[in-house]
């Protein structure tokens, strides 16, 4: 075995130091699988002084990112620095360079993955990105090969893992958000500034990132309509469970004739739905096709190993087609042009939660103002509450469109007997 | 785009109706990602006259299988007739001719799969087999290129839809086992003979196939320990939900160092655990891999339109393969030389119901005996039977050896406070 490829890391945090433990460990099996060594010739970092055991020899690393970049020898650049802006020019001069690409980069994918794209394809470069969505669960490649014959109509995924682990502690222990919250930061689960993740920023990024795959659609993330769980409620749990239902945020990217939508939001699922049991801060993408039917990928979202293995997967791929002298041709350029559904066009049930007066004819006045709003009712539960001056009226409606359900909203809201329209949320995930 | 690759189909029945189908259906999007168009030349039938509609035209029908075999332009032979002898003598034919060979035999593979590939590798040609395992989910690709850069320790698959129906109707709707498995015949999720099905035979081939690409080590049916689900009672499952435990056919492949164990049997896994969750006809496969942790594949494991789902994403990938002149790279021929676990490194967990002497002491004499053979129990439930003559214990151990387990059992039977060991089954699947 003569053949050696170099490798260039960006970056040299966890993920970075994971891809190059596994590429070590591996060599055997790696080598066998691609007929040749794999080395790891420079790597990009902040600070050389740092204490990083026998890892590395001193002069695999450099503080200077053009010494990675325009290394002739190197055939692939490996981004795990994180950010977006530097990330995006040094991957971008990498395959302007004609250097294959391989980031776990999800910020960079869903602002600039078009464009990144745009330029592998013209340098016929690889540019694989497996790692920026649920990293331990091998879903885009699924997406494009596993289901290579398919229609994909519908996909939805638990694709934050700090959420899910902060709404599994809520619902399961019956803990508060903030409580758990702090937690999850202690353990490393959540950031220092967790907005990107409980507003579901970080869902909307990946939720794009799959739509555009899937669907062969360029969907940007101002093409995904975002709520966070930041005002989900005990009593929206409780009551939620009491009907059937487990809340999860997941991120929805449906398909119907040549029209889409995405969205990521606190949905409530059917307890029995294989997605309710994805607890923690594991992830799972759902994804229905037209002819497979129903299937789910479940796993890590993140952490050093998991992310690391499928940087190492694409790393192979990469090295494969390189060796076949097929480099650039999964390049995968969307094929549709983009139509979002209007909100006529999506359709839903809603799970709904309202305090009314407890009088005689409030039920009578809201099943009227329901009726004239198109939307039908699965699911009813009236509590008393303040010793019976007020009523706290649960409600699951059949499937509505979004505009016949947000004027319904608007309505409750002006209606007398209504006093407050506490929450709202979308349940999916009807099983037949 | 002039160029054509020819197919030729051996059965068409159902699945080699949906292959048809969903080649016509998806020509663009296959021809996109192949660069040449994909055709059924010539399809291998039994009866020439029955009526196909316009789904074919007289000329691609044939009953002498060496019309398909032998054609020099057919590229590649799709083996979805079923059966064991004379399928396995056809696809050696079709490999001997170097034509690449996709199947959805899980017999044949199972029986066969070590010499098929070493044909496959010796001529250069691919042998796919992803529908054999669990139709509607790519799970032989994942293992094989997903996890490329992992070790895999352990896989627990439920991969038989008949199994997987019957079991959740016992345990949802408390229906009996007969009862069931008529309907299920009725449906046509069983068989008119159900043995392979209901005896494990068939979860049993899939797990050796699971096992010998996992681990990449020759495993047969024989090394396959097999139990199936006859014997279960309700009051097994009963007790099973009582202590937290859902009950499911579970094929178990196992690695420590570089000892494997390969087994079905009906399993216990917590309520909790997400393969608790895969009802009815669906199929999952956990799988535990040393860097990423663990991941689950879940989906429909046959059918119509899955099944060839599969079929067609093996057919993309060999003529990926074909175009880029590196057919035959991809059959994987195991590795390591097998080694089976003894009785003494197979380690488990067990769920036992008895019936004892509801006398002072017995639980003494119980206690003192599971203590003498190592056996130590992590949860207890004690029911008083026949108006307390009768006690019926249900015990859930903490890890323990086969073999002192067994040692065990047969203690159980000679004590004398002891009148019967009801039954005895694996629990599995722990969250941490």
């Known amino acids: 075995m003569a053949q050696v490829m170099n490798v260039g890391l960006l970056g040299f945090g966890t993920v970075g130091t994971g891809v190059l433990e596994i590429i070590e460990q591996h060599q055997d099996k790696l080598s066998h699988q691609i007929g040749a060594e794999v080395r790891v010739k420079k790597i990009l970092v902040n600070d050389l002084e740092k204490d990083r055991g026998n890892l590395v020899k001193p002069e695999q690393l450099t503080k200077n990112a053009s010494e990675v970049l325009e290394d002739d020898e190197i055939d692939v650049i490996v981004e795990v620095m994180g950010g977006i802006e530097e990330a995006r020019n040094y991957m971008k001069q990498a395959l302007l360079n004609g ?6 980069n999800k910020d960079v994918m869903a602002l600039y993955g078009s464009e990144l794209l745009q330029i592998a394809n013209e340098k016929n470069c690889d540019l694989f990105y497996e790692a920026s969505v649920a990293g331990g669960i091998p879903i885009l490649r699924t997406i494009v090969e596993g289901l290579a014959s398919d229609r994909i109509t519908k996909m939805m995924g638990i694709v934050n893992g700090t959420t899910n682990y902060i709404l599994t502690q809520m619902t399961k222990e019956g803990r508060l958000f903030d409580d758990v919250l702090k937690e999850a930061q202690a353990l490393g689960y959540a950031e220092a500034d967790p907005t990107a993740d409980v507003e579901g920023l970080d869902a909307a990024r990946k939720i794009a990132i799959l739509g555009t795959l899937g669907f062969s659609m360029r969907l940007d993330l101002d093409d995904v309509s975002v709520k966070g769980i930041t005002d989900v409620t005990s009593q929206d749990l409780k009551y939620g469970d009491q009907l059937g239902y487990t809340m999860k945020l997941v991120g929805i990217a449906n398909r119907t004739g040549d029209k889409v939508e995405v969205s990521v939001q606190p949905t409530l699922v059917p307890h029995e739905h294989p997605l309710a049991s994805v607890d923690d801060e594991f992830n799972a993408v759902y994804v229905y096709g037209e002819a497979v039917g129903e299937t789910m990928f479940y796993g890590p979202g993140a952490g050093k190993l998991p ?14 087609n390189k060796r076949l002298g097929v480099s650039g041709n999964s390049a995968v350029i969307p094929q549709h042009e983009k139509k979002l559904k209007t909100d006529e066009e999506i359709h839903s049930k809603y799970f709904l939660r309202l305090h009314a007066k407890d009088l005689p004819g409030t039920f009578a006045a809201l099943t009227a103002l329901f009726h004239e709003n198109n939307v039908s009712l699965e699911k009813i539960l009236q509590v008393p509450l303040n010793e019976g001056k007020l009523a706290e009226i649960i409600l699951v409606t ?12 608007k309505r ?7 006093i407050e329209v506490k929450s709202s ?3 999916e995930g009807e099983m037949k």
């Open 99 to 104: 250097k294959h690409v391989i980031t776990a």
């Open 307 to 320: 992310t690391a293995t499928a940087v190492v997967s694409d790393l192979v791929e990469v090295l494969k």
């Open 425 to 427: 949320y979308r349940t």
């Open 398 to 409: 059949h499937e509505v469109s979004k505009k016949d359900y947000d004027i319904l909203l």
């Open 412 to 418: 409750l809201e002006e209606e007398e007997v209504v």
